[in-house]
């Protein structure tokens, strides 16, 4: 099992920056790919951002192209979100998911761990 506590979310401005981080813990040895979700209130789970182990790779939803950036320090196990140029509309809880090998990693199915999330509100 894998446990995943996300932290950085809170409340900022229009315009603003905020940095969320999840730590991993348990066994962190089957982690493979890593990711970041988003739910806004009466929505769906929509992918946000997704790197693979080795952080060679990453990729984005469009929506975040350009202001969002996902990294990771795998000896920390810990993965970054740093989200710039906030909008009122990425308002939502974050959510830090694990995918315990390699694959396509754009939707929840493709997640095997999750976290408690963080919520993140950006006022106008």
């Known amino acids: 099992q894998v446990q995943l506590v996300e932290s950085g979310g809170g409340l900022v401005q229009a315009g603003g920056s905020l940095r969320l981080s999840c730590d991993a813990s348990?066994?962190?040895?089957?982690?493979?790919?890593m990711g970041w979700f988003r739910q806004a209130p009466g929505k769906e789970r929509e992918f946000v951002a997704a790197i693979t182990w080795s952080g060679i790779r990453t990729d984005y939803a469009d929506f975040v192209k350009g202001r969002f950036t996902i990294s990771r320090d795998n000896a920390k196990s810990t993965v970054y979100l740093q989200m710039n140029s906030l909008q009122p509309e990425d308002t939502a809880v974050y959510y830090c998911?694990?995918?315990?090998?390699?694959?396509?990693?754009?939707?929840?199915?493709?997640?095997?761990?999750w976290g408690q999330g963080t919520q993140v509100t950006v006022s106008s």
């Open positions: 998911a694990v995918r315990r090998y390699t694959g396509t990693y754009f939707t929840v199915a493709d997640y095997h761990y």
């Open positions: 348990g066994r962190t040895v089957i982690i493979g790919s």
